[in-house]
């Protein structure tokens, strides 16, 4: 089992910068992938980033365009998700997700949101 806790969310202005993280325990051979999901109100979840836990090799949405950056800490126990030029429309619940099959993070997998460990999410609200 995996536990997730997400934090660093909050309320910012357009062109601010935040910086979200999610803790996990429990049985870290169960982690091998680790992705960070949002959801807008009233919109699907969208895959955002992927991370492999031994290799540190990274996936993202192309929608980004280079504003959000994945990272780890295995010594804390902690992934990131480094968000800047954020804008109205990145305004989401955002959610860290884990699974410990390698094949998550093959090609295009990871967007895939069947990952079978979910934290609770933490809210971003970015106003113009």
């Known amino acids: 089992q995996v536990h997730l806790v997400e934090s660093g969310g909050g309320s910012v202005q357009a062109g601010g910068s935040l910086k979200l993280s999610c803790e996990y325990s429990?049985?870290?051979?169960?982690?091998?992938?680790m992705a960070w999901f949002r959801q807008p109100p009233g919109k699907e979840r969208e895959g955002l980033a992927a991370?492999?836990?031994?290799?540190?090799?990274?996936f993202y949405s192309e929608s980004l365009k280079g504003r959000f950056t994945i990272s780890r800490d295995n010594a804390k126990r902690t992934l990131y998700l480094q968000m800047d030029s954020l804008q109205p429309g990145d305004t989401a619940m955002y959610y860290c997700?884990?699974?410990?099959?390698?094949?998550?993070?093959?090609?295009?997998?990871?967007?895939?949101?069947?990952?079978?460990?979910w934290g609770q999410g933490t809210q971003v609200t970015v106003s113009s």
């Open positions: 991370m492999t836990a031994v290799s540190g090799r990274t």
């Open positions: 429990g049985d870290t051979s169960r982690r091998v992938c």
């Open positions: 997700a884990a699974d410990s099959s390698a094949f998550r993070c093959a090609g295009d997998n990871w967007r895939n949101g069947g990952y079978p460990y």
